[in-house]
C-alpha cells in the first residue's frame, strides 16, 4: 500500500464508521464489530490507493446504503429472532402494515441515508484554509515621482490594463516559478501528491494557479491575493511567497531598466566629452584667426561699439536737434518774409539783443521829440531838422542791427543743421562698424554659442546620472507595497460543515418525503388488492 | 439458534449474497476481507461486499451451521491473528454443491434454448448470480 495508513482522511473514515456501527444491535456489534472496522479499514486502503480523497468518497456512496440497510436488518431481527434477514425486509413491505408506518419507515431510513451521506463526505473531504495577502500597487510612470522628484515634475498617463496586466504578471511564469523555487514546492507537493516523486516546475504552477484567486479591492490601487491550502501555514506561506515573488518582480524589473537607462546615459555622456573637446579646439582657432577680443568667459556675442543705451541716447540728441533745428528754420522764414518796420519790433520777443532794444527806446523817444516840435515849429525849423536827422539815423542803425541779428540767426540754423548731419553720420558709422565686426566675428560666437550648449548638456547628463545611481542604491519599495502580509486562517473555509449539514438534513426531508409517500402508496395499493377479493366474496 | 436442517435442498434457493460467500470459501477458510476479495475477483469486480452484508451473511451462515470459524490461526508473521477464519461446513459443502448444481441445471435449460453460448464467462456469471 502506497498510501500511508496514518493519513488524517482514512483515519477519520475508520474512526467515522468505527462510530457508524452503533447502528447495529449490541450483541451484533460485540460479536462483529472488530472484524466489521478492520474490513472497512482494509477497503479504505484499497479505496485511497485506486483513487485517493476521491475512491473514498466513492466506497463511502457504497458502504452506507449497506450500513444503513443491514443495521436496520440485523435491528429487526434482533427484535424478531429466528427469521431469515430477507423474509424478515419482505415482511417489512407485508399487507398488514399500515401505510402510516411505512412511511414512516421509509422517511426514516431515506432520512438517515441521505442525512448520513451528507455527514460523512462533509467529514472525509480535506479540510482547505485561504490565506490572503493585500497589495498596493504603483505604476512605473507613478513610481518616478516618489524616487526622483516630486509628481509635479511627471506627469502620469491613465492605463486601463494595469491592473489586469499585473493579474497577468502574477499568474505568470517569471513569478510563480520563483515561489515554487523559494518555498521548494516541487518536492513538498510531489511527496504528498504525486506518491513522493518530486513534479517539474510547470505541474507545480498549475497547481498553484489552480489554488490561487486575485481579485482587485474595489475603488482602491489595493489587490487581494488568495491562496488556497489544506495545511494552513502553507496557505500563509504562499500568499506572502506570491506577494513577496511579484515584489521582487517588479523591483527587479525597475532595476535593471535603470541599468540599462545609465549605461545610454554614460555612453552619451562619452560622446558629449568628445563633441566639447572638439568644439573647444575649434573655438580657440576661430578666436586667433578672427583675432577676436573676448574678454568675457560668459558672452556668447560680440561687445557693440554703441551699446543699447548710447544708442537711445544718441537717438534722443539727435532728435531734439532736428525739433529744435526746424524750430529755428520756421521762425527765421517767418522773420525774412516780414516787412522791415515790423521785423524792427518782432525781433526783440525772439532774441535779447539790448542795443536793437535801446535803438529802438531812442527812436520811439526821438519820435515824441518830432511830434512835439513839430506843433511849435515849422518843418524846416532847424529844431525840426534836427530831431528828424537823429530819427533818420537812428532807422539807419535799427535796419543795420537787425539785418545783423537775421545773419546771426540764419548762421545758427545752418550750424544746428550741420550739427544734425554730423551726429546722424556719426551714429550711422557706428552701427555701421558694429555690424562689419558682428559678421566678421560670427563664426567664432557660433562656435562659442556651440560650446555653451554642449556644456549645459553636459552638465544635465551627469546630473540625470547621478540621480539614476541614486535610484539604483535605493530600492523601489514604493512600486509593490505588501499592505497586508497573509495569516493562517483560524477555521478552515471548505467544507462548510453547518451549511453541508443543514443542506443533507433538508434533502432528506425532501427525498425521504418523496420515497415515504410513494412507499405508502404502494401499501395502500397492496391492502387494497388484497381486500377486494375478500369483500367479493 | 436457528433449526438444524439435514437436508441440503431445504435451505435452497440461497440469496446471492450467501451463494457467493459460499463459494468463496470453497476454496478452504477465509477471513473476512480475503472472502470479499474472493467475491470482487469472482466477479470481475461488479460485485463488492460492504462489511455490513458480509458479516450479516456470516451471521446467518453461522446459525444454521452452513459455515464454522476455524479455531486455527494462522503464523503471525504471514497474516493479523486478530482476524477471524471460517471455512464451509459439511452441510455448508453440500448445500453449495446442490445450489451450484441447481444453477447448473439452469444454465443447460438456457443454452438449450439457445439464450447462452457454450462457454460462459465466469465473470458473467458471477455478476449474473
Redesign the interface.
Known amino acids: 500500500m502506497n498510501a500511508p495508513a496514518t493519513h488524517r482522511s482514512l483515519e477519520l473514515s475508520c474512526q467515522l464508521y468505527q462510530h457508524l456501527l452503533a447502528a447495529?444491535p449490541r450483541s451484533?456489534r460485540e460479536?462483529?464489530g472488530?472484524?466489521?472496522?478492520?474490513?472497512?479499514r482494509?477497503?479504505c486502503r484499497d479505496a485511497w490507493t485506486e483513487g485517493r480523497a476521491w475512491g473514498l468518497v466513492t466506497l463511502w456512496f457504497?458502504?452506507l446504503p449497506?450500513?444503513v440497510?443491514?443495521?436496520f436488518?440485523?435491528r429487526w431481527a434482533s427484535l424478531h429472532p429466528?427469521k431469515?434477514?430477507?423474509a424478515k425486509l419482505n415482511n417489512f413491505f407485508s399487507p398488514g402494515r399500515t401505510p402510516l408506518a411505512t412511511f414512516c419507515a421509509v422517511f426514516t431510513v431515506v432520512f438517515l441515508l441521505v442525512f448520513t451521506t451528507a455527514a460523512i463526505v462533509t467529514f472525509i473531504l480535506p479540510e482547505t484554509y485561504a490565506s490572503t495577502v493585500r497589495i498596493r500597487l504603483v505604476t512605473d510612470e507613478e513610481s518616478y515621482g516618489y524616487t526622483t522628484g516630486s509628481p509635479a515634475d511627471h506627469p502620469v498617463s491613465y492605463d486601463p490594463y494595469f491592473i489586469q496586466t499585473t493579474f497577468e504578471i502574477i499568474q505568470s511564469q517569471v513569478v510563480l516559478s520563483n515561489v515554487v523555487n523559494t518555498l521548494n514546492l516541487n518536492a513538498k507537493w510531489g511527496k504528498r501528491y504525486n506518491n513522493g516523486e518530486p513534479l517539474n516546475t510547470s505541474e507545480t504552477m498549475a497547481v498553484l494557479k489552480q489554488r490561487m484567486v486575485i481579485q482587485p479591492v474595489r475603488n482602491t490601487r489595493l489587490i487581494a491575493i488568495t491562496v488556497y491550502s489544506e495545511d494552513r501555514q502553507e496557505a500563509a506561506d504562499l500568499a506572502n511567497g506570491v506577494a513577496k515573488a511579484y515584489q521582487d518582480y517588479r523591483i527587479n524589473s525597475r532595476r535593471e531598466l535603470t541599468r540599462g537607462g545609465l549605461t545610454v546615459l554614460q555612453q552619451q555622456l562619452t560622446k558629449t566629452e568628445a563633441e566639447i573637446q572638439t568644439a573647444q579646439t575649434n573655438l580657440d582657432y576661430l578666436r586667433t584667426k578672427l583675432n577676436v577680443i573676448d574678454d568675457n568667459a560668459d558672452s556668447v556675442n560680440t561687445t557693440p561699439t554703441l551699446n543699447e543705451q548710447v544708442v537711445q541716447t544718441y537717438q534722443q540728441q539727435l532728435l531734439d536737434a532736428q525739433r529744435t533745428g526746424k524750430s529755428l528754420q520756421s521762425e527765421l522764414a517767418d522773420l525774412k518774409a516780414m516787412a522791415k518796420d515790423k521785423l524792427r519790433y518782432a525781433l526783440p520777443t525772439l532774441t535779447s539783443d539790448t542795443s536793437l532794444k535801446d535803438l529802438l527806446e531812442k527812436l520811439g523817444a526821438a519820435e515824441q521829440e518830432l511830434s512835439s516840435r513839430t506843433n511849435n515849429y515849422g518843418p524846416n525849423h532847424p529844431k525840426i531838422v534836427e530831431v528828424q536827422a537823429v530819427i533818420n539815423t537812428l532807422n539807419t542803425q535799427i535796419d543795420e542791427r537787425a539785418a545783423g541779428i537775421m545773419a546771426a540767426l540764419t548762421s545758427e540754423v545752418n550750424a544746428r543743421q550741420a550739427s544734425v548731419t554730423a551726429l546722424q553720420a556719426s551714429i550711422d558709422q557706428a552701427k555701421a562698424s558694429d555690424e562689419q565686426e558682428q559678421a566678421q566675428t560670427r563664426p567664432y560666437w557660433e562656435a562659442k554659442r556651440e560650446l555653451a550648449n554642449l556644456l549645459d548638456f553636459h552638465k544635465q547628463l551627469m546630473a540625470k546620472i547621478e540621480t539614476t545611481k541614486l535610484d539604483l542604491q535605493i530600492p523601489p519599495r514604493a512600486l509593490v507595497e505588501i499592505t497586508d502580509s497573509a495569516l493562517p486562517g483560524n477555521a478552515p473555509v471548505k467544507p462548510n460543515q453547518p451549511l453541508n449539514l443543514v443542506l443533507g438534513a433538508i434533502a432528506g426531508v425532501f427525498l425521504g418525503s418523496v420515497a415515504g409517500i410513494i412507499a405508502a402508496t404502494l401499501a395502500l395499493r397492496r391492502i387494497r388488492l388484497i381486500s377486494k377479493p375478500a369483500a367479493q366474496s | 439458534m436457528a433449526t438444524v436442517n439435514t437436508n441440503p435442498n431445504e435451505f435452497l434457493p440461497l440469496t446471492p449474497a450467501v451463494f457467493h460467500v459460499l463459494l468463496a470459501l470453497a476454496d478452504g477458510e477465509r477471513h473476512g476481507y480475503a472472502i470479499m476479495q474472493e467475491v470482487a475477483a469472482s466477479t470481475g469486480g461488479q460485485i463488492k461486499m460492504g462489511p455490513g452484508t458480509l458479516y450479516g451473511t456470516i451471521k446467518r451462515l453461522l446459525e444454521i451451521r452452513l459455515i464454522e470459524e476455524s479455531d486455527e490461526r494462522p503464523d503471525p508473521r504471514l497474516d493479523d491473528e486478530r482476524r477471524r477464519y471460517y471455512r464451509l461446513s459439511g452441510m455448508g459443502q453440500r448445500v453449495v454443491c446442490a445450489e451450484a448444481e441447481r444453477y447448473a441445471a439452469m444454465v443447460e435449460v438456457a443454452r438449450g434454448k439457445r439464450l447462452i453460448g457454450k462457454s460462459l464467462n465466469p465473470a458473467t456469471l458471477g455478476a449474473v448470480l
Do not use: V
Request: charged share 25%; aromatic share 16%; glycine share 4%.
Open positions: 447495529y451484533h460479536e462483529y472488530r472484524a466489521m472496522a478492520q474490513l472497512f482494509d477497503q457504497r458502504i449497506d450500513l440497510k443491514t443495521s436488518l440485523e429466528g431469515f434477514m430477507t
